[in-house]
């Protein structure tokens, strides 16, 4: 077990102990790489930001019957990927989006209707980070989610072996797939 | 070799070092002389790139510590001001999903739909309305199960009355607070023609006269 692994360990003793302030620990370590994924999934930025809270706030409720057969990231990233999964499902307009997009390269170019960029984040981030977030969150619903956990949050074929509850070539294939799609979509965009 | 060009996924496992070694060197000289595949390459390098810079970035996330926790906290004050209630009518309860992880299955959290959980909304409705005729006090309804809490001295009643379901239950102090209440796995099976239990429940948390309640949770 690594350093980070036995604090997350020892600080979430500390919040079953009574001390629910040790949570923040959590959030501050982990907000971040959770806010990327989540925007990446979701996105609004408002809305990703509620998600993300959300995400915590279930964590923290759920912390109890987290059985550390497992590292503490690894249960966080499964709680954060179906949370952002049933959300997308039950919000018709992502449907619309997964529906159009999987049909292939082609379809892409359709905008959602609903889009609206937020003005504190377009001054922070470069236009070719924005792009990037955009063809992101338009991949296919599998290969979109697949690139955020490898290539985002940056973890290991097993560790989203265990998160997606699928087999190790499945996660090859789909990583594979994504990658292809999203660099094929970067090209069109000019941006590689 | 230029009819035998590099299929993207080998370059993708051989981006992540994933490749068997001889087939690793026997890649690396196809794209020493294939100006085709040295590109397609160079462009997934970029692409990955692009994402770790994306990945690396940190957002104005203001407030979102703070938002949370105070979120956290008053979830917890209402809670134990629900359970203090001595009857509750379905509609205000707070709905949480303590999530029953298996592997790689979570139970989310959702305000709006009891329904579409496992427990569907009708059976929760009269679960909590047999509850509430027993005198108790209902303090989470989740997709797995709804828990409240009941005097020793009404819980016998209420388990005849809960038809054929899974029951786990222990008994408590009322003041006990939640971080010190720790469910086993067991459950009974209650409901059954003589109205016993099934085997005898063994994990009780503590004894004694102080500890006149008992908290339940009748799954689905
Ligand atoms: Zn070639």
Redesign the interface.
Known sequence: MSNSDSEDIQVIDRV???D??A??QI??KY???A??YI?GQIKDYDEA?DI???V???T???L????RESKFST?FY??MV??CK?YRKKNSRYNLVSMNSSRGDEEYDLQLPDERENP??EV??KE??RI??DE?SKLPDDYREI?LLR????LS?NEIA????ISLSNV??R??RG??F??NR??ARG?? | MSDRHIQFQTLSDLYDDVLPADEREAVRRHLQSCEACALEYRRLGDTLKLCREYAGLSLPLDGLNDRTMSKIRSARTRRLVLRSLPAMAASVLVIVGVGLFSTGTVFVRDRATVAGSRLSYSDSERVIDIIRKHNATISQVTGEYVEGTVPVSSFNDLKKSMGFRRVAYMMVDESMPDENVHWGDAIEEVGHDTGQPVRDWAPLTGTGASRQYVRFRVFR
């Open positions: 079953l102990g009574g629910v302030e949570f923040t959030i501050d907000k971040d790489k806010f990327n925007y930001m993300t809270q959300e915590f706030i279930m923290m409720e759920a109890r019957s987290f059985r249960w499964s709680i179906n949370y049933n504190e984040e922070i981030m070719s980070l990037v977030r992101i690139l290539d985002i949050q940056g074929y265990g998160i997606l509850g090859k294939v990583i594979h990658r292809e999203l660099k970067l090209l941006l590689i």
